[in-house]
């Protein structure tokens, strides 16, 4: 029940502060599947034990493919998911839905043998499209419940939380596996099967604070709309702006060709983020290295935000975004020549610095070029354009390593995304781009045509 001594008001909407440590501590929760599924624990087990049938490099072309048929399938919800949540008072029924959808396959996991790369991919499909598509509805939850003034502070809360819970849960999973016969487990692999079926638990009950505590205020005209035709119709809608975005972006150059560097260096990242670890374990490295290595990454990332927030205040985040760059395309080609575990640790290391504060850094930058009073629009345009093109960097690895049979060059394939992201970015002209952005709304013709300001 919402205590009004917990809650605050700023510009008519009721912040109730229970509702909200329940909304900080969901990103605690579903972090564990981004840390152990995605980044660490799972990829290692896919081409170590699900896919040790797989001749050469299958297994790990075969997870490749696996992240880009669920990306797909999570750009394609995402205008349904959208208008369900522009539509519905119920988000928090939609959040809970796509929370068990990811939860439950990522305990499954724990029934995925030896040679079960079938039954890997389709559970950790699953997963990704609980654990995407359901932070469509955690987001607007914030949108809903946090004053403006608020929702930097919140969601920042939230990222952090999001750090420090991956990583607890990490670390937790990394002694299972490395102590697995003195805490009692018959054999390494089932110790990691019980990793999986940890993760599922972890997120399901340290998101019942937010399930339990958030209160949503429904109308009849709220009801009336729900329906799965009108969430369609709308969902078409959604359609039709993205097509009028794109029609409109001849008007905003400098954003067009941010978006288009955004999109590659973005795919680069991601990639690198779901690929490296069982790259990692293709080469050669060990297992527990691979884990303890992206252990790392997760609580040297968190401080490293935060001091590269503050280098952004001081050199600007057009060159701080172009230098975290230069430090991937660094990383990429260095795990090119990658033969030992302390290589590992050492790229894990650089991830870690630049990981966070390069993502915040093209937001940032990103919310300086769109249009003046459609944010809403520009923002949930990048953010759909931004998963289809995501399928891209898991596929161009796929194909290289099927065929050149060679890991190595389909690692040194995802240089090209940031090569390419890093020479967009330095033909944008920011200053130039916010005029642009601002001449609709003040009625300045004259802008679009403004001379050159560099950052």
């Known amino acids: 029940m919402r205590e009004e001594a917990d809650s605050e008001h700023n510009g008519g909407i009721p912040m109730d502060k229970k509702a909200v440590r329940g909304w900080i501590w969901y990103d605690w929760a579903n972090s564990a599947f981004a840390t ?6 799972m990829p290692v087990y896919y081409e170590s034990v699900a896919g040790s049938g797989l001749e050469g490099n299958l297994a790990q072309a075969y997870w490749a493919n696996t992240q880009s048929i669920a990306m797909l399938l999570v750009a394609l919800l995402s205008p349904l998911a ?3 949540a522009d539509l519905s008072r119920s988000k928090l029924r939609f959040l809970m839905a796509f929370t068990i959808i990811g939860a439950v396959p990522s305990s499954l996991m724990a029934f995925a043998g030896e040679g079960d790369w079938m039954l890997a991919s389709i559970l950790l499909v699953l997963g990704i499209v609980g654990f995407s598509t359901g932070n469509t509805f955690y987001d607007a939850l914030l949108r809903d419940g946090v004053p403006e003034a608020e929702r930097h502070s919140v969601s920042a809360k939230g990222y952090a939380y999001g750090y420090a819970g991956g990583g607890v849960l990490l670390a937790v999973n990394l002694a299972m596996i490395l102590m697995w016969d003195r805490l009692g487990f018959p054999s390494k692999t089932a110790a990691t099967q019980t990793v999986f079926a940890t993760v599922g638990v972890w997120w399901l009950l340290f998101a019942l ?3 339990t505590r958030w209160k949503e205020e429904r109308g009849g005209s709220a009801a009336a709309g729900s329906g799965s035709l009108t969430v369609l119709r709308a969902a078409g809608a959604s359609f039709g702006r993205l097509a009028q ?7 905003y150059p400098e954003l067009l060709k941010y978006m288009a560097a955004f999109w590659f260096f973005n795919d680069g990242i991601s990639t690198v983020i779901v690929m490296a670890t069982i790259y990692g374990a293709g080469i050669g490295i060990g297992s527990n290295e691979l884990i303890m290595a992206l252990l790392v990454t997760q609580f040297v990332g968190l401080p490293a935000t935060l001091l590269f927030g503050r280098l952004v205040a001081h050199f600007g985040a057009k060159r701080m975004l172009g230098g975290s760059l230069l430090v991937y395309l660094g990383i990429v080609v260095l795990g ?3 033969t030992s575990a302390l290589h590992f640790f050492a790229l894990a290391f650089l991830v870690g610095l630049v990981q966070g504060g390069s993502q915040a850094a093209a937001r940032s930058l990103y919310a300086r070029l ?4 459609r944010s809403g629009e520009w923002f949930g345009f990048l953010a ?4 289809f093109t995501s399928i891209l ?3 161009i690895f796929s194909i290289t390593a099927t065929l050149t049979g060679s890991s190595r060059l389909a690692i040194l394939s995802v240089a090209a995304f940031f090569v390419i992201g890093y020479a967009l970015l330095q033909l944008v002209d920011f200053g130039k781009g916010e005029r642009q952005a601002g001449a609709e709304a003040h009625g300045d013709a004259a802008a679009k045509d403004g001379g050159s300001f560099t950052i």
């Open 384 to 387: 759909l354009s931004s998963k």
């Open 209 to 211: 604070p937010l399930f």
């Open 393 to 395: 960097g898991p596929l």
């Open 370 to 373: 769109v249009p003046v009073g």
């Open 245 to 251: 975005s794109l029609r409109s972006l001849k008007r």
């Open 336 to 338: 090119y020549f990658m």
């Open 36 to 41: 152990t599924m995605l980044a660490a624990v």
């Open 82 to 84: 959208g208008a369900a």
